[in-house]
């Protein structure tokens, strides 16, 4: 069993190395931005929509923590760009949706494909249950984040009651 100086300690290491994964993430992000000559809001909203294949400009904002007219402008600079399309709903047509276009999907695939296929073949060294706890780490983590996004914005403070 391992001493609680050493579990500190530990925690400490995970802690820092998890802030150097994600300042590498920015690293290479801004990377990637500067290939897709865009800029790294606009990088955002592409990884958003790639993931969930269209959003309204409203959902978008929201996902992207933004208003809308400032989504309006990241939409308008992706579309400038072939990146981004508007496209009207057929039910109803006063509501519009963000899709990215074929020249973005295969600008981002050839950007993050090769890192996607490696990325799979480094995870498949580890066991099903390390995986999941994995998993469970990065959902909580994420949660830990999520829980101080209000605060750190000047809202409601829930963690320092």
Same mark, same amino acid.
């Not at 897709?36 to 800029?39: D, E, Q």
């Given at each position: 069993m391992p001493s609680r100086q050493n %579990?500190? =300690? $530990?925690?400490?290491? $995970?802690g820092e190395a998890f802030r150097r994964a994600q300042n590498v993430n920015?690293?290479?992000d801004r990377a990637a931005a500067e290939r *897709? #000559?865009?800029?790294l809001t606009d990088l955002f909203a592409m990884d958003l929509l790639h993931q969930r294949g269209q959003l309204t400009a409203g959902e978008l904002a929201r996902e992207m923590g933004l208003t809308t007219g400032a989504v309006t402008a990241v939409v308008d600079r992706?579309?400038?760009? #072939?990146y981004a399309e508007r496209v009207r709903d057929e039910h109803d047509r006063r509501r519009v949706s963000i899709r990215l276009t074929d020249k973005a999907l295969d600008a981002v695939n050839e950007i993050y494909e090769p890192? %996607?296929?490696e990325w799979v073949r480094y995870m498949n060294r580890w066991s099903? =249950?390390?995986l999941e706890l994995m998993l469970g780490f990065m959902r909580g983590a994420q949660d830990?984040? *999520? #829980?101080h996004l209000d605060r750190v914005r000047g809202g409601p403070d829930e963690r320092s009651r």
């Open positions: %579990k500190d =300690a $530990l925690i400490g290491e $995970l920015q690293v290479f *897709l #000559g865009v800029n992706l579309q400038r760009a #072939g890192m %996607k296929r099903t =249950a390390e830990v984040v *999520l #829980g």
